[in-house]
């Protein structure tokens, strides 16, 4: 018993193995960590502030102040005017090129054509027929020529029934006096004049009709000749012109774009490549414009009048026809130097020393000396060439009317930071 109460002491008087306790942090620690926090807190929001206040402001040397020197550089003058001041970078980048005429012979359009009617020589002298690119046209024709000569006719049968009216109310009124004298002389009776005096009538009346149905006839026949003359210029062909035209010519219709309507005029010279003869041209003039566009293709319908000594052509062949191949003097500018906004075309034409006016020009065909301008330019004007596309934005700002383009400088400058001189 003495053993076993000596071996518990001991086994109670043992150190411990357990781990050893952390010393609690004071108070003064504590509120040191927590002041340190705060600070650090206190610190990036104020430098994420001042960053936020710069970007909105604008900070000296920033993209901000940059754009607002470019705003300086070229800005509105006014409806349908920028001005682009001399020493800024843009300016340096427009290239100034002064309008001069130069002598050209190349076409001022070129269209599509195809032959529709050739005059086909006969056996004999008088026997040349016509032959077309089509039955209904060969049909609308021969319709006409028959109007033609039924208004011819009906013309002469007209004169002769009013000659044979004339002529027989003039009889019967001689009769009728040569009566009146025979019964004041006791010859003839009453009854008598008044047969004659009735038959004057009736000859008069059976006149009158007669005459009106002969005019009837004439107007009908005009009216069906006039009707089958449009049909034949619907399709480009002049009634008129297949009776004056010679052996060696044929007749060559294109269709003119609607747009493009007014550059063609009569007597104009043109040359025609056929696909048919690709190493051969053709001269031939402008000899009709139809007085209708076709509602199909929306475009006038041109004829042609195209040499053809050697009698190579035929109905129904195609060609390239360069319309305007007279010699002329052309406004020829660089093509970088016309701006295409909307459905028109406009070049910046210098007015000034730092002024450039939006004027719309129209536009011919392109040539290797560079692209024809054919109305809104004249001689000596200085345009922007390579280079005026960069101000597109402002051209279609300048094109606005006068109250939307002063709505819009307004906005310009309103927006303009306080710290901007301008």
Known sequence: MTNDSSNVEKHHSRPSTSLPSVPTPSRAVRLWTQVQFVVCLVTVGGILSYLLWTADTGSPGSVGDRSTDHSRDVRLAGPRCICVRDDCPLCRKLQV??????????????????????????????????QFDSLELLTTFTDWQKATAD??????????????????????????????????????????LAAAQAELIQSQ?????????????????RRTEAALARQLQQVGLEPELLGSIAVDVDMVVADVPEGLAARA??????????????????????????????????????????????????????????????????????????VHVGRADYVLVRDGRSDWRVTEVQVGELHDEGVEIVGGLRAGDQIAGRGAILLKPLIIQALQSPKRSES??????????KNDPT
């Open 151 to 192: 208004i011819a006719f009906l013309e002469t049968q007209l004169t002769q029934i009013k000659q044979l009216a004339e002529t027989r109310t003039s009889a019967q009124e001689k009769l009728v006096e040569r009566m009146k004298k025979l019964v004041e002389a006791g010859t003839d009776t009453e009854r008598d």
């Open 97 to 130: 090129t002064i309008v001069r005429p130069t002598p050209i012979t190349t076409p001022l359009l070129t269209v599509t054509g195809t032959v529709v009617a050739s005059l086909r020589p006969g056996n004999g002298k008088g026997n040349d027929y016509w």
């Open 205 to 221: 009346v059976e006149g009158r009709k007669e005459v009106y149905e002969a005019e009837t006839a004439v107007r009908l026949a």
């Open 265 to 338: 005029k009569l007597a104009q010279g043109c040359d025609a490549r056929f696909f048919g003869l690709p190493d051969q041209t053709f001269q031939g003039k402008v000899r009709a414009i139809a007085p209708v566009l076709s509602k199909e293709r929306r475009s006038l319908r041109v004829l042609f009048a195209i040499s053809d000594p050697h009698d190579q052509l035929r109905p129904g062949m195609f060609a390239d026809i360069g319309l305007g191949t007279d010699a002329r003097s052309a406004l020829l500018i660089p093509p970088e130097g016309v």
């Open 408 to 417: 819009v400088h307004a906005l310009q400058v309103s927006s303009t930071p």
